[in-house]
């Protein structure tokens, strides 16, 4: 299984990016998916999460600007980011859950200048 991560780059705050993860090889239902962030110097953190049932969760940093879904057809979750901030500048992971076991994404680079 792997997760290809896309959508990241550079942008001026205020503006908007939407991020992309496929997930390829063994098709398969899952738990839960999401998008966690890691800004330099910090600790990984989640940022959204979306499982099998619709549930839907943000970071307080986040809510009301970003927008996770998916789109299972396209094996595909997303992350529509709006009001970009300078402190929203991370690597950003796609992850998925199913049962026990754990995929992540190579990651994609966010940054949003002041």
């Known amino acids: 299984v792997q997760l290809q991560a896309s959508g990241g780059g550079l942008v001026q705050a205020g503006g908007s990016l939407r991020l992309s993860c496929v997930r390829s090889?063994?098709?398969?239902?899952?738990?839960?998916m999401g998008w966690y962030r890691r800004a330099p110097g910090k600790q990984r953190e989640l940022v959204a999460v979306?499982?099998?049932?619709?549930?839907?969760n943000y970071a307080d940093s986040v809510k009301g600007r970003f927008t996770i879904s998916t789109d299972d057809a396209k094996r595909t979750v997303y992350l529509q980011m709006n009001s970009l901030k300078p402190e929203d500048t991370a690597v950003y992971y796609c992850?998925?859950?199913?049962?026990?076991?754990?995929?992540w994404g190579q990651g994609t680079q966010v940054t949003v200048s002041s």
């Open positions: 992850n998925v859950v199913r049962g026990v076991s754990d995929y």
């Open positions: 090889g063994i098709i398969f239902s899952f738990n839960r």
């Open positions: 979306i499982t099998s049932g619709g549930t839907i």
